[in-house]
């Protein structure tokens, strides 16, 4: 398991319950493939959303977050965290 | 006071023991401008580092990750959090 930082893209004007909506869908799926999404951070005005997961593979937090319905492409791994 | 996401790029190979001290340096000056670091994540293979805070601007971040020695200039508000 590791830490993953995932960045969502084009998501302007997102408000705060369809963030919390999003990661409601995210956190009832999550199990299937051995991720947890621990926190997100939204930016509505860029329309960027973070999300830190401790997941198996950057892959798992991908189908996790394209099955939910917002699909990602950028996933980083943060091995390194001051938390 | 707002959530700040910010991003630094080029940091390869970054050790945990750097990633401590960088935070260090930003929590010995930070008070001058009203921010706090609050977290930090890094990834040594691409070399990006992400730093959650709570600051007055965009601009007080960047001035204490500058005097720190470790400028940025990809500043993100994050009005919305879920932690």
């Known amino acids: 398991m590791s830490k993953y930082m995932d960045v969502h893209h084009g998501m302007k004007g997102i408000t705060a319950d369809q963030l919390r909506e999003a990661h409601r869908r995210d956190l009832a799926i999550e199990a299937e493939e051995g991720v947890h999404f621990e926190r997100a951070w939204a930016d ?3 329309g960027t959303v973070y999300c830190l997961s401790e997941a198996p593979s950057a892959d798992a937090v991908k189908r996790v977050h ?17 938390e």
Chains 1, 2 share one sequence.
């Open 66 to 82: 394209a099955q939910a319905g917002h699909p990602v492409t950028e996933v980083h791994p943060v091995p390194l965290t001051i």
């Open 44 to 46: 509505p005005k860029s």
